[in-house]
């Protein structure tokens, strides 16, 4: 039989409260009518790690298998692996070992506080793993493991006995976007709001990501301001914005967008229009937190009364800052994809890029802020979508984009500035 060694997990404590009753803390869960034996087995897990080489008495191993199942204690076999749950396991350890299993596609070995940590967004427990013999046979270079071993992968969640493939939802779930669901939601996995949300986790460590980004270098163009309270009354409804919204992908390039048209649409989707707090802003789309990472580069291939090019809008003045020519190749990569789903394959007119200064939002969030730049992209193209309606311009959201072209292009560390989002824009060609 293997040695079982079972430890408190971190911050776990066991009460002990009269002669047969224990309450286990933080969860304040109460055990009540405990025999002598597990009522000595929980005074000496207090103390420290508990060891079996024999099956433990059966009243022991049911206290031991209820603070396992509740994430209490982790479980060590054999000091090959250890079992370390973070919710509640849905059944008991099974005693019946499987005879084939491989790991799952979605668990991931990686190093976390200096432990080889197997950790899975379909598990309920992290396995470390303790002895190097076992890296081989996970892997899948040699079948050289205890039965014990796949047993508990597979009752973990790490090893499935079938192929995931041939399941709708396991198949069509990628590792990478399952993982990116679980680590940026509140759920089985973060189960506290601790570590989790607008944390401001790196104050006193790092300094803040200021609001104004860095300026490019070059003669910024001037944009047209529209007259805001003409279009609170003359501008087109929202309803009939809302309605007659549509994506459009047909140009009619003999009356390209003028400039001012341009400056009109930035200026009602994406200034600065006032500050609420230091270093927070407000513009016309919510953003969370107030923070607002997002910039945007509108890419200008033919517009009137603007040389061609790649430029940055300073929303807070609401001019355009020149960034690359539109020759350049990393310029050309960002207008390709674009072009794909254009009427005869035509470059856009113009390509709003926009991209999330991301320090911005992950100097205050913690775990979810790729998640809500996502979501703040979704919310920007909203309003482009609906002011170009309004405006009787066209355009049409992009699925993807270049992101190492915008790196090349802008010169900004990935790690700090990233497409997140684009967004055609053009004269619509007649019907
Ligand atoms: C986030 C997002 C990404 C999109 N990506 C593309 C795209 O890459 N190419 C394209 O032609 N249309 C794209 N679209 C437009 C959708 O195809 C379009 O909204 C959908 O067919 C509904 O049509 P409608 O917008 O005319 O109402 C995208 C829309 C959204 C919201």
């Known amino acids: 039989m ?38 000595a087995a929980l005074r000496a897990l207090n103390a420290g790690p508990i060891r079996f080489s024999a099956d433990p ?16 204690v982790t479980l060590a076999i054999d000091e090959a692996y250890t079992l370390r749950p973070f919710r509640a396991a849905p059944s008991p350890r099974p005693t019946v070992g499987v005879a084939t ?15 080889a940590v197997l950790e899975s967004p379909r598990a309920w427990c992290d396995v470390e793993i303790t002895d190097p013999a076992l890296l081989a046979p996970l892997l899948g270079l ?12 597979v009752w973990t969640g790490h090893a499935v006995v079938d192929d995931e493939n041939t399941e709708f939802a396991t198949a069509a779930w990628g590792p990478h976007e399952l993982w990116f669901h679980r680590r940026s939601t509140v759920g089985d996995r973060t189960t506290s709001w601790a570590h989790f949300g607008p944390t401001r986790w ?55 967008p003028t400039l001012a048209a341009l400056g009109e649409l930035l200026y009602r989707s994406a200034r600065t229009r006032a500050s609420v707090r230091e270093g927070l802003p407000s513009k ?14 509108p890419i200008v291939r033919v517009a009137e009364g603007v040389a061609p090019g790649m430029y940055h809008y300073d929303s807070a003045a609401h001019t355009l800052e020149p960034v690359a020519d539109i020759d350049d190749p990393a310029v050309q990569r960002l207008l390709e994809p674009a ?56 355009g049409v959201a992009q699925g993807y984009g270049d992101t190492a072209a915008f790196a090349a292009a802008t010169g900004r560390d990935e790690l700090d500035e990233c497409l997140v989002g684009s967004f055609v824009v053009g004269t619509p060609a007649a019907d």
């Open 2 to 39: 293997a040695t079982l060694t079972y430890t408190l997990a971190p911050g776990v404590k066991c009460l002990l409260a009269g002669a047969d009753t224990a309450v286990i803390l933080p969860s304040k869960t109460r055990l009540e009518g405990l025999s002598p034996k597990p009522m």
């Open 57 to 72: 008495p059966a009243d022991v191993a049911a206290v031991l298998a209820h603070l396992l199942g509740a994430g209490a």
């Open 101 to 115: 299993a491989h790991l799952s596609k979605f668990s991931v070995l990686r190093q976390v506080d200096g432990a």
């Open 142 to 153: 040699s079948d050289n493991a205890p039965a014990q071993f796949w047993t508990d992968l």
């Open 202 to 256: 790196a104050d006193g460590r790092f300094d803040p990501v200021p609001e104004a980004p860095a300026p490019y270098p070059g003669e910024a163009v001037a944009l047209r301001t529209p007259d805001l309270d003409a279009l609170r009354t003359g501008d087109m409804s929202l309803t009939a914005a809302v309605e007659d919204r549509r994506s459009v992908r047909e140009f009619d390039d003999d009356h390209p």
């Open 284 to 297: 016309p789309y919510p953003s969370g937190g107030s923070l607002y990472e997002l910039e945007v580069y």
């Open 339 to 394: 072009a794909l789903t254009l009427a005869d394959g035509k470059q856009p007119q113009v390509l709003f890029v926009l991209a999330a200064r991301v320090g911005r939002m992950m100097w205050t969030y913690e775990q979810m802020p790729y998640a809500v730049i996502l979501k703040h992209a979704g919310i920007l193209t909203q309003s482009l979508y609906l002011i170009a309606t309004a405006m009787g311009l066209g």
